[in-house]
């Protein structure tokens, strides 16, 4: 699945982990509208990070909404979350130069 995790855009990569980080119990449908893209596309991201180890969902245990999960960052996932941070910040800058 690492090369599934190539194809998505760092920015996004980026932006569900930061989300994720702050509300971890955001739904896949909430988590879409939030980035602007499809459910499809965030299934898609979500379980290439899952399968990779930087995030894991739980499911709610004395939730009757079996649906409902729980998306926590892993140490994998905080690490992988900061090197994104410092490569979107050296693109923004290059784009700012560039300007």
């Given at each position: 699945m690492a090369?599934?995790?190539?194809?998505?855009?760092?920015?996004?990569?980026?932006?569900?982990?930061?989300?994720?980080?702050?509300?971890?119990?955001?739904?896949?449908?909430?988590?879409?509208?939030?980035?602007?893209?499809?459910?499809?596309?965030?299934?898609?991201?979500?379980?290439?990070?899952i399968e990779?180890?930087?995030?894991?969902?739980?499911?709610?245990?004395?939730?009757?909404?079996?649906?409902?999960?729980?998306?926590?960052?892993?140490?994998?996932?905080?690490?992988?979350?900061?090197?994104?941070?410092?490569?979107?910040?050296?693109?923004?800058?290059?784009e700012y130069?560039?300007?």
């Amino acid at each position: 699945m690492a090369r599934a995790l190539k194809k998505i855009d760092p920015d996004v990569h980026f932006r569900v982990l930061h989300f994720l980080e702050e509300e971890p119990e955001l739904t896949q449908r909430e988590l879409a509208q939030k980035l602007g893209i499809s459910l499809g596309g965030v299934n898609y991201c979500l379980k290439a990070l899952i399968e990779i180890g930087y995030i894991k969902a739980d499911n709610f245990g004395k939730n009757t909404n079996k649906t409902a999960y729980l998306y926590l960052l892993t140490p994998q996932g905080f690490s992988e979350k900061a090197n994104l941070a410092a490569g979107f910040l050296k693109r923004k800058m290059a784009e700012y130069q560039a300007l």
